[in-house]
């Protein structure tokens, strides 16, 4: 896998679009002590949030350079292309991050089933209690 990824998808009209950016703007991210800042990923359709990744400087980079999301995984230490090995890509529409530069906000368009790997839309499917939806 090179760091670009593919850049189409087996959906018509999909296709990835880099994110400008400024060296001045990356300066305002504070990675953790981990060197990992989390990132929200959000549904542009609907607003859902469908999941929460970690990237570093580089899965940022890459995020922001071919408009398909990439995350570091804390479990296997490497770097993953969101949909690759499922087929549920997202493509980035916008990056934004918090007024303190610790979190970001990944607004893609989401292909396939959904974003959890257990194979819901969101990672964010269960409730504690009767919660009432």
């Known amino acids: 896998m090179t760091p670009d990824g593919p850049t189409t998808s087996a959906q018509p009209g999909r ?3 880099p994110v400008a950016y400024s ?3 990356l300066d305002e991210i504070h990675f953790g002590a981990d060197g990992l800042v989390p ?3 959000q549904d542009a359709s609907d607003g859902t949030v469908l999941m929460l990744a970690y990237m570093d400087g580089e ?3 890459r995020t922001l ?3 398909r999301t990439w995350f570091w995984s804390r479990s296997r230490q490497e770097y993953w ?3 690759e090995t499922s ?3 997202q493509w980035v529409r916008r990056v934004s991050y918090d007024c303190v ?3 970001l906000l990944v607004v893609v368009d989401q292909d396939g089933h959904g974003a959890c790997h257990t194979g819901e839309r969101s990672c964010f499917f269960r409730s504690f209690g009767n919660a009432v939806s």
């Open 65 to 67: 350079d071919t408009g």
């Open 59 to 61: 899965a940022l980079r």
């Open 23 to 25: 060296s001045d703007e």
């Open 101 to 103: 530069g610790d979190t």
């Open 39 to 41: 990132a929200i990923v």
């Open 87 to 89: 087929g549920d890509r």
């Open 81 to 83: 292309c969101k949909g």
């Open 15 to 17: 296709i990835s679009t």
